[in-house]
């Protein structure tokens, strides 16, 4: 099934699960994403949430593949902040390989935070965030097209 960052505001929890699931590693993004925050998924309430959270406080990532970081844009103003290291390794989620964005070293902020990434279609990843070993919510990441 191909999916568009609309698409996943609409879907169930156990359905994003099945997405990620069903993703690919894909390549180590490289460059500008916008970002969702897909909070309470399958409700009515997931659209307005994202809107809000995009809003105020999260609008993406921004990846350096080369140096295998990257670099949160938050705020109204799209600062660029907490910054994560980027390699491929197992997923808490099922065992089989993602893109990690591992905040543990580099951010006292979010230290304990860990998202994971896979690629669901053209451009659109996937991600999970855990908090230490608890997973949280999910996200999506939209690169502009090639």
């Not at 065992?95 to 979010?110: E, M, N, P, R, W």
Request: hydrophobic content about 40%; some cysteine.
């Amino acid at each position: 099934m191909s999916y568009s960052a609309s698409d996943l505001l609409n879907l169930s929890d156990s359905e994003l699960d099945d997405a990620f699931k069903g993703g690919t590693v894909g390549p180590i993004p490289n460059g500008e994403a916008d970002g969702r925050a897909i909070l309470a998924p399958g409700t009515k309430f997931t659209h307005d949430i994202a809107s809000i959270v995009n809003i105020f406080a999260w609008q993406g990532k921004t990846f350096d593949a080369k140096h295998g970081t990257l670099t949160n844009r938050i705020s109204s103003l799209g600062v660029n902040a907490i910054v994560a290291q980027v390699y491929v390794g197992p997923s808490l989620f099922d065992g089989k390989d993602c893109i990690i964005l591992d905040y543990s070293k580099t951010s006292l902020l979010a230290k304990h935070v860990r998202d994971e990434i896979r690629l669901i279609a053209p451009q659109l990843y996937l991600g999970l965030v855990y908090w230490d070993t608890k997973r949280t919510i999910h996200f999506s990441l939209q690169f502009p097209a090639a």
